[in-house]
């Protein structure tokens, strides 16, 4: 089981809410520069390619409206919080790789700013267990 830390809050609990408000930021940053539809299209091919290895990612609901994170929260409550960092992590990679072969690089230089330091947010929780 994860670890508690001081605010009584799971070590996967915290993981889980840096990478649900990343992606929600790269989901505002995004969607206003490429549409609603087509980074739909993206993230849930994204979703689909990446939850091979990670199938708890396939919990992620990705409409026209934005990203669902209420199924994904209850089956991430059983994973180790480093299980979840790295499929976050590689949803992310994979999503920044299009992004950049879609755009020439455009959009990832918005969005990795955003992306780095909570990265290192979550690889910090992660070693601190």
Not at 22 to 49: D, H
Not at 68 to 74: I, N, R, S, T
Not at 77 to 88: A, M, T, Y
Request: with cysteine.
């Amino acid at each position: 089981m994860a670890k508690e830390n001081k605010g009584g809050k799971y070590t996967s609990d915290l993981v889980l809410d840096i990478y649900s408000n990343l992606l929600s930021e790269v989901w505002e940053v995004v969607s206003a520069m490429v549409g609603e539809a087509i980074l739909e299209l993206l993230f849930n091919l994204s979703i689909k390619k990446i939850s091979e290895k990670y199938p708890f990612l396939k919990s992620l609901e990705v409409s026209e409206e934005g990203i669902y994170f209420g199924k994904v929260k209850e089956e991430c409550r059983s994973l180790p919080p480093g299980e979840i960092q790295r499929g976050f992590q590689s949803l992310i990679n994979h999503l920044l790789n299009l992004f950049s072969a879609l755009t020439e690089g455009v959009i990832s230089r918005e969005v990795f700013p955003k992306v780095f330091p909570k990265v290192r947010e979550a690889e910090r929780l992660i070693s601190q267990k």
